[in-house]
C-alpha cells in the first residue's frame, strides 16, 4: 500500500485518489471475471443435475432388465392360518389342495444337570455332530474342553466354534439344576444331534454330557398335495409343487388351504408404468435445463446446448426401433400401448398394454430384456455412453474446469496488474506529493525574507 503519510506535503487524500482510479480499473474487470465464473458454475451444476437424473434413469431400468418382471407370478390362498406361498416364473397356473399335516421340528438334546453352571465340569474333549454336507458327509465338530471350563464355558465354545456343525448351545436351569440344551438350528429327522465325551482326566465329562437325553425329537414336515403325501426336513417346502415354496406355519388334518397360482399381469403392467414415469421424470429434468420461458424471459442453463437435444434424440431413436421379440417376429414399443405424446413425453394405451400382457406376455418381456439386444439394454448402452467414467458428461466436466481454472489464473494475474498499478499511482502521487511540499516550503521562505527587506511594510 501507499506511504502513511501521504498527501502531508499537498493536503490531498493520496489514498482516497488512488483507490477510486484501482476500483475504476480493476471493479469492472473483476465483475466481468466474476460473471464469467457464475456461467460455468451454473453449467456445472446443470450437467450435475443432468447426470444424476440419467444415472437415476439407468437405475429403473434394471427392473425392465429382467425378463422375470414380464413373467411373475401371484399366489393367493384361502386362509393364512397354516401357510404361506410364493411363485416364480416356473411355476405353472393352477389350484392345489393342501393340507398339512404336521411341522418339521429341530433336535434338541440335553446334558445331565450340574449343581452349578459356574463350576468346572471336567477335562478332555467333546464330539457333537449334527447332519450333513453339501456332499452327503456328517458335519461335526471336536472341542477341546479344559479343566477349569464351566457349563457356561463349554457352551460359549459351541456357539463359537468356525466349525460348528450347526448347533446352539444355551443352559437351562430346572429343578434338578443347570443344564446345557443343545439345539439344531435345521430342522428334520436329517439333523439329529449326536454327542460323544472323551476324558482325560476323571469321569466329568462323561458323566455330564456322556448320556444326552431327548427333549425335543427331530421330526420332518409332513402334507398332502392334492391328496398326495409330501414329506420334507424343512418347513420350507420348495421341491413339491414345481415353481412354488411353502412356507408352513401350523398344522391341521381337517383343514385344507386351497393355493391359487395365476399370472401376475399386475406386476408386469407396473414394470411398464415405472420405465415410463421414469423416462418422463428424465424428460422433465432435461426440458427444465434447457427450454425457454417467454413470458419470464427466462431461459434453461443449458438452453441452447447440443447435449441434451443429443440425449433426447438418442434415447427417443432407441424406444422408436423395431425389437426381436423371440417368436420370429419384430415389433415396436407402440404396438404394446406405449408411445409419445405431442410434448415428447411417453404415454400408456391401457387396453393395448392389458391385452398385451394378458395374451402375448412373452413377446413384451422379449421387447424389454431380450438380454444385450432389448430395448432396457440399448437404452442402458446408451445412456452409459454419457454417464461412464470418462463418458460424455465427463469430458463436459473436464472442460468447465478448465475454464474455471483459466478464470482463476485471469483473476491472479488481474490482481498482479492492479498490485503494479497501484504501486505506480502511489510512487506518482507520492513524488508529486514531495514537490508540492518543496515548492511551499520554498514559498514561505521566500515570503519571510521578502518581509523581512527594509521599507517593506505588511499589509494587514
Known amino acids: 500500500m501507499g506511504l502513511t503519510a501521504a498527501g502531508i506535503g499537498s493536503g490531498l487524500d493520496i489514498n482516497g485518489i488512488v483507490?477510486?482510479?484501482?476500483?475504476?480499473?480493476?471493479?469492472?474487470?473483476?465483475?466481468?471475471?466474476?460473471q464469467r465464473e457464475a456461467v460455468v458454475q451454473t453449467e456445472i451444476s446443470a450437467i450435475g443435475t443432468l447426470k444424476a437424473a440419467m444415472s437415476e434413469f439407468q437405475e429403473k431400468l434394471e427392473k425392465v432388465q429382467d425378463l422375470e418382471s414380464?413373467?411373475?407370478?401371484?399366489?393367493?390362498?384361502?386362509?393364512?392360518?397354516?401357510?404361506?406361498?410364493?411363485?416364480?416364473?416356473?411355476?405353472?397356473?393352477?389350484?392345489y389342495n393342501v393340507i398339512v399335516k404336521s411341522l418339521?421340528?429341530?433336535?434338541?438334546?440335553?446334558?445331565?444337570?450340574?449343581?452349578?453352571?459356574?463350576?468346572?465340569?471336567?477335562?478332555?474333549?467333546?464330539?457333537?455332530?449334527?447332519?450333513?454336507?453339501?456332499?452327503?458327509?456328517?458335519?461335526?465338530?471336536?472341542?477341546?474342553?479344559?479343566?477349569?471350563?464351566?457349563?457356561?464355558?463349554i457352551a460359549a465354545k459351541i456357539n463359537s466354534a468356525e466349525d460348528n456343525p450347526g448347533v446352539t448351545a444355551t443352559i437351562i436351569t430346572g429343578d434338578s439344576g443347570p443344564r446345557l440344551v443343545m439345539t439344531?438350528?435345521?430342522?428334520?429327522?436329517?439333523?439329529?444331534?449326536?454327542?460323544?465325551?472323551?476324558?482325560?482326566s476323571g469321569t466329568g465329562l462323561s458323566d455330564t454330557f456322556g448320556t444326552m437325553e431327548e427333549l425335543v425329537a427331530a421330526a420332518n414336515a409332513t402334507l398332502t398335495i392334492d391328496g398326495m403325501?409330501?414329506?420334507?426336513?424343512?418347513?420350507?417346502?420348495?421341491?413339491?409343487?414345481?415353481?412354488?415354496?411353502?412356507?408352513?406355519?401350523?398344522?391341521?388334518?381337517?383343514?385344507?388351504?386351497?393355493?391359487?397360482?395365476?399370472?401376475?399381469?399386475?406386476?408386469?403392467?407396473?414394470?411398464?408404468?415405472?420405465?415410463?414415469?421414469?423416462?418422463?421424470?428424465?424428460?422433465?429434468v432435461i426440458d427444465g435445463l434447457s427450454s425457454y420461458d417467454p413470458e419470464a424471459e427466462v431461459g434453461g442453463p443449458l438452453q441452447?446446448?447440443?447435449?441434451?437435444?443429443?440425449?433426447?434424440?438418442?434415447?427417443?431413436?432407441?424406444?422408436?426401433?423395431?425389437?426381436?421379440?423371440?417368436?420370429?417376429?419384430?415389433?415396436?414399443?407402440?404396438?404394446?400401448?406405449?408411445?409419445?405424446?405431442?410434448?415428447?413425453?411417453?404415454?400408456?394405451?391401457?387396453?393395448?398394454?392389458?391385452?398385451?400382457?394378458?395374451?402375448?406376455?412373452?413377446?413384451?418381456?422379449?421387447?424389454?430384456?431380450?438380454?444385450?439386444?432389448g430395448l432396457a439394454y440399448r437404452l442402458d448402452s446408451t445412456a452409459d455412453a454419457y454417464t461412464k467414467t470418462g463418458g460424455l458428461f465427463s469430458s463436459r466436466d473436464d472442460t468447465l474446469q478448465s475454464q474455471l481454472d483459466r478464470i482463476s489464473s485471469d483473476r491472479e494475474q488481474l490482481d498482479r496488474q492492479m498490485a503494479a498499478y497501484e504501486a505506480r499511482l502511489f510512487k506518482q502521487f507520492n513524488a508529486m506529493d514531495a514537490v508540492v511540499y518543496q515548492l511551499n516550503s520554498q514559498a514561505a521562505m521566500l515570503t519571510d525574507r521578502l518581509a523581512g527587506l527594509p521599507g517593506l511594510v505588511k499589509s494587514s
Open 304 to 373: 441452447g446446448d447440443s447435449l441434451p437435444r443429443g440425449i433426447t434424440s438418442q434415447l427417443r431413436n432407441v424406444m422408436s426401433s423395431s425389437y426381436d421379440l423371440g417368436n420370429g417376429e419384430t415389433g415396436t414399443l407402440s404396438q404394446f400401448g406405449v408411445s409419445f405424446d405431442r410434448y415428447g413425453k411417453l404415454e400408456i394405451n391401457d387396453d393395448k398394454l392389458n391385452e398385451a400382457l394378458e395374451n402375448d406376455m412373452s413377446s413384451v418381456a422379449n421387447l424389454f430384456a431380450a438380454e444385450d439386444t
Open 19 to 34: 483507490s477510486a482510479l484501482v476500483d475504476a480499473s480493476y471493479v469492472p474487470r473483476q465483475v466481468t471475471l466474476d
Open 104 to 153: 418339521a421340528e429341530s433336535h434338541k438334546v440335553g446334558s445331565a444337570a450340574v449343581p452349578d453352571a459356574d463350576t468346572p465340569v471336567g477335562e478332555g474333549s467333546l464330539t457333537i455332530a449334527a447332519g450333513v454336507d453339501d456332499n452327503g458327509d456328517p458335519k461335526s465338530m471336536t472341542l477341546d474342553i479344559e479343566a477349569d471350563d464351566t457349563l457356561a464355558d
Open 184 to 200: 439344531s438350528k435345521n430342522t428334520g429327522t436329517d439333523n439329529q444331534i449326536s454327542v460323544s465325551a472323551t476324558d482325560t
Open 70 to 95: 414380464f413373467d411373475k407370478r401371484k399366489v393367493d390362498t384361502n386362509t393364512s392360518d397354516y401357510l404361506s406361498a410364493k411363485a416364480d416364473s416356473t411355476a405353472t397356473e393352477g389350484t
Open 229 to 284: 403325501d409330501v414329506t420334507s426336513q424343512s418347513n420350507e417346502v420348495s421341491n413339491a409343487i414345481q415353481g412354488v415354496t411353502l412356507s408352513l406355519k401350523d398344522a391341521d388334518l381337517a383343514k385344507t388351504t386351497k393355493v391359487t397360482i395365476d399370472k401376475d399381469v399386475s406386476g408386469a403392467k407396473n414394470a411398464v408404468k415405472d420405465f415410463v414415469e421414469a423416462y418422463n421424470s428424465l424428460q422433465e
